[in-house]
């Protein structure tokens, strides 16, 4: 019974996902309509250190090859640098985050960053923002297929047009 009502409550999302239509609108990856979840039980203190950007959100093949990041901890959160892939244009990254909700970064000078997805190592992060206006993919390494496919069914989830997620 309760698998019958946890299954009926992921299915509510994704339905009225497709009643929406899929397509990027003026840069923007998702429906802004469809409800975005971060994940709550995210841990900020487990993604210090190095990252590589292993997918993106982007309106066309080409452009950048992804990206890498640092995560270093500091007294107010963490210092994030480095360079990422976002809608297929390099972007510099240097900013200061603080977690400000569940699963949640205060990025300076960016739109807050959402957890959507942490695999159990911590090992994967699947990154979005409420707008839509980008997501990514980080790894502490090479993804493996099966981690790089949660990403992508975590970003249906929560209403991006996954067509538009390229893998690097």
């Known amino acids: 019974m309760h698998q019958l ?3 009926a409550l992921l299915a509510t999302p994704l339905a009225l996902a497709a009643c929406l239509g ?3 609108r003026d840069g923007q990856f998702r429906a802004e309509a469809v409800p975005i979840w971060s994940a709550a039980a995210f841990d900020p203190a487990a993604i210090a250190g190095d ?12 452009g950048c090859n992804g990206g890498a990041l640092q995560f270093t901890p500091d007294a107010a959160g963490f210092a994030v640098t480095g360079n990422l892939c976002l809608n297929g244009k390099a972007t510099r990254i240097n900013a200061r985050t ?3 909700g569940p699963g949640r970064l205060a990025v300076s000078g960016q739109e807050d960053w959402w957890i959507l997805w942490v695999d159990s190592g911590y090992r994967t992060l699947a990154i979005g923002t409420p707008s839509g ?3 990514f993919v980080l790894d502490r390494g090479a993804i493996p297929p099966d981690r790089l496919t949660a990403a992508r069914e975590v970003f249906d ?5 996954t067509a538009d997620l390229r893998a690097f």
């Not at 990252?51 to 080409?62: D, L, R, Y």
């Not at 989830?157 to 047009?161: C, I, K, L, R, S």
């Open 5 to 7: 009502i946890r299954a």
């Open 51 to 62: 990252w590589q950007q292993v997918a993106g959100f982007a309106t066309q093949a080409g």
């Open 133 to 135: 206006g980008f997501g």
């Open 157 to 161: 989830f929560n209403g991006y047009t």
């Open 22 to 24: 899929g397509g990027t």
């Open 98 to 100: 603080t977690p400000n």
